[in-house]
């Protein structure tokens, strides 16, 4: 069941930057987080990688149960500001002060200091939830075509890689400018700047954004229910396992990076080359997914491409010995795998009209909540897996041997390989393949 915000214009350019640069609000902080805090955490303030890895997983892990109540409360949500927007208007100050907590770790020995790194990381997911699942419920409220979801998804990619540049890329030579040689004050005062800016871009998604379309279902409806139907919903789980296994290498890679350029390229400069390409050039791909995936359809163009980055990544390894034929590859790669960010966000879109299709009701805030769980849960198994992996390659930053050495590289090339594999699998099973929203009405849903 469905209500409509009655004569509501079409989407502006203000609005639709406004949704895109929403993510990049909630992900700056957390591509910085991703990217740098296993570094912080066992180089900066020498906290043992394996308690690190542990607090990484366990961490996102809890998020299961808090992510599912979170997307219920959302779609039981009624106020006057609407089903989303109170809760970029209410979470945004708490979600940049907990991001600042994280690096102001006091000296109380090891153990106080794991104690505050797990409870201010969960703070900071807790409260990315209460803002991530609401921003992408918003889309679907947004507009009900599929041309538009893909120019909000590319918009949304743009305010991605903006973040992903800015929290990777930038990081390290902001850290030694503000630090002057004390990289714990350095990232402290990174974070000051960077939580600065996402409170500006939350502040705006709430001023700019409106929502059109909601579902119009009792606010009493079972909860287990609900869930019940989002688990018999195909393309769900295909939106999920595709995210989850494209976050698991993005989170892996994010965290191997600055071991792999220092220690196996023996490069320190490609980290700020590299990490922003990690997230496959998001700003140019931004331009390219729409015109493409509307023209091919969700499913062949990501799984096409899967294929052309897979057998892109597979000759790095060849090319460690020459930085431009390296970096060059890898860009090509990251393009291709980039144009799947695009797609999994009109995905999560699409699985809204999909369960509308099936069960009437269209729960945009349970089904959002586990697309966000797959992006928390994938970045804690690739960063943990990292973790792990230096644990028990007996990494140690003053003197890395050649099985640490060998470990870090096959973190960077193996596993990624295998998880752009897996994805191709995935995105095959996607009932939905219609280029645009004219085809797809005439397009049967398949169960």
């Known amino acids: 069941m469905r209500a409509a915000v009655r004569g509501a214009p079409k989407l502006g350019f203000v609005e639709k930057l406004s949704y895109g640069f929403g993510d990049f609000g909630y992900s700056l902080a957390y591509n910085m987080v991703s990217a740098f805090l296993l570094y912080y955490y066992t180089v900066v303030l020498k906290l043992p990688a394996a308690a690190v890895g542990t607090l990484f997983l366990t961490a996102r892990l809890l998020d299961a149960v808090i992510d599912i109540g979170v997307g219920i409360l959302v779609d039981r949500t009624r106020t006057r500001w609407g089903r989303t927007r109170p809760y970029f208007l209410f979470t945004a100050l708490p979600y940049c002060g907990i991001f600042l907590a994280i690096f102001l770790v006091p000296d109380w ?192 163009g990501c799984f096409g491409a899967l294929v052309l980055s897979i057998a892109l990544f597979a000759a790095l390894p060849f090319t460690e010995a020459n930085p431009v034929a390296f970096l060059s590859l890898y860009f090509a790669a990251s393009i291709a795998t980039s144009m799947t960010i695009t797609g999994i966000f009109a995905m999560a879109a699409e699985a809204v009209d999909y369960h509308e299709a099936r069960f009437g009701v269209r729960n945009e805030g349970l089904l959002s909540s586990g697309i966000s769980l797959a992006t928390k849960i994938g970045m804690a198994m690739g960063t943990a897996a990292i973790a792990y992996a230096l644990a028990f390659a007996a990494f140690t930053p003053d003197h890395v041997s050649d099985g640490a050495r060998a470990t870090i590289r096959w973190s960077y090339y193996g596993w990624p390989i295998v998880l752009l594999m897996l994805q191709a699998v995935v995105i095959l099973f996607w009932p939905m393949n219609a280029a645009t929203a004219k085809d797809r009405e005439r397009a049967p849903l398949t169960a």
């Open 109 to 300: 020995g090891v153990d106080a200091q794991l104690v505050w790194a797990f409870v201010t990381f969960n703070l900071l997911g807790v409260l990315m939830s209460f803002g991530s699942i609401p921003y992408t419920a918003l889309m679907p409220m947004m507009t009900e075509a599929t041309d538009e979801r893909l120019k909000l998804g590319s918009m949304r990619s743009i305010g991605t890689s903006v973040s992903v540049i800015l929290g990777t890329a930038a990081t390290m030579p902001l850290v030694g400018l503000f630090g002057g040689g004390d990289e714990r004050r350095g990232f402290l005062l990174v974070a000051v700047l960077f939580a600065a800016l996402s409170l500006v871009a939350l502040t705006a998604l709430f001023r700019n954004c409106r929502e059109r379309f909601h579902d119009a279902a009792p606010v009493g409806m079972p909860v287990f229910t609900g869930i019940g139907e989002m688990l018999r919903n195909r393309a769900w789980w295909v939106c999920f396992l595709f995210a989850l296994l494209y976050f698991v290498r993005f989170g892996a890679m994010i965290s191997v990076t600055a071991f792999f350029a220092i220690h196996v390229l023996g490069r320190p400069w490609m980290i700020s080359v590299m990490l922003p390409a990690i997230s496959g050039l998001l700003l140019l791909s931004a331009f390219l997914a729409p015109p493409i995936l509307s023209r091919t359809g969700i499913r062949t």
